[in-house]
């Protein structure tokens, strides 16, 4: 059978075609039976607007693309939240792409949602080459959330305060007493931010030799082995501070191998308070870095920028918060 089509909804309902265009936009020009007539129908054949037909009469196609730097993060789910509560009130759909699998089939990221001619694009996460964006915002309206890459014209960041966020964890464990503390660093703009935030910190404090940095890729195995080469030092670290949860998931493992309990013979401190971090069995220190405000406020310059507003390198900072859980205690010895 052939799906129903407008005609048809507006012969049952008895009423024009045009007036059940009015009441599918939400016209508020219709009586209120008529408008029940028409929404009746709707039910009744399982009406669903043509959203292609649609696309072409308003040169809009309603969606807006996001695009991941690795789906596996379980940070971005709070983000996504955020964005699409806001992005869904306004009459938008999101459609979805990892940048991490498109890079390795060879696909240019944002190439798919070009070619599905989409309203606008949320970049969520340090992308390897964050300067080919420029070329997009020239096409469409382009927000970056979560991460802090040179600004590019016509493109809004809006991220979290990654220099305050780490300053509250370096100085919540230097409170508890520790005095020899590891970061396990990232990579982009986000882990310089919070390296230098936490080499700045120890130094204000006198503490600059027992700061012990450690790059890694950001991820559990890479937590993992850093945490491992941390561990096997002569003048071992009391505290490890991690660039994000999933790496300090990494170092707990690490931990627990090398016959250290947590938080009495290691403390450990993740960033981002993603789910991962709230498990009772993880309940692990850590910043909550306003991921789903991000969220709406990523949504909220998109919306500003369909209405016309430019803002080119605009910075929007969401403050953190430190949530201190059973992953930190003061060291046992100094």
């Known amino acids: 059978m052939r799906p129903p089509t407008i005609r048809d909804v507006a012969d049952r309902a008895g009423v024009s075609k045009s007036l059940v ?11 209120p039976e008529k408008r029940e007539a028409v929404l009746r129908a709707v039910t009744e054949l399982g009406y ?18 996001v695009l991941l730097n690795d789906l596996r993060n379980p940070w971005f789910v ?38 599905l001619r989409v309203d ?16 997009v915002a020239e096409r469409l309206p382009v927000v970056v959330a979560g991460a802090r890459e040179p600004a590019l014209p016509g493109v809004a960041v809006v991220a979290n305060d990654d220099e305050r966020g780490a300053r509250l964890v370096t100085e919540h464990l230097i409170g508890l007493g520790h005095r020899r503390i590891a970061h396990i660093a990232g990579y982009g703009a986000v882990g310089e931010l919070r390296r230098r935030s936490f080499e700045a910190t120890m130094r204000a404090h006198g503490l600059a030799d027992g700061a012990v940095v450690e790059s890694s890729d950001m991820t559990e195995e890479g937590g993992y082995r850093t945490t491992v080469r941390l561990l096997s030092r002569p003048d071992r670290p009391t505290a490890v501070f991690a660039v994000n949860d999933i790496a300090a998931i990494g170092a707990l493992s690490a931990a627990e191998e090398s016959g250290l309990r947590v938080p009495r013979d290691l403390s450990v401190v993740g960033y981002d308070n993603t789910s991962i971090a709230r498990l009772r069995h993880v309940w692990l220190t850590t910043v909550d870095n306003a991921s789903h405000e991000v969220g709406r406020r990523a949504a909220r310059c998109l919306l500003d920028r369909f209405e016309g507003a430019t803002g080119a390198g605009e910075l929007h900072l969401a403050a953190p918060t430190l949530e201190i859980r059973g992953s930190t205690a003061p060291p046992l010895t100094g």
């Open 78 to 115: 709070d983000m996504l939240e955020g964005l699409n509560s806001l992005l869904h009130d306004n009459g938008l759909h999101m459609l979805l792409a990892d940048a991490r699998l498109n890079r390795r089939t060879g696909q240019d990221p944002a190439g798919p949602f070009l070619d």
């Open 48 to 65: 669903r607007p043509n959203a292609a037909a649609r696309s072409l009469s308003e040169q809009r196609t309603r969606t807006v693309g």
């Open 120 to 135: 606008g694009l949320v970049v969520v996460g340090t992308l390897p080459d964050p300067a080919a964006l420029g070329a």
């Open 21 to 31: 265009s009015l009441v599918l936009r939400g016209s508020e020009q219709v009586r």
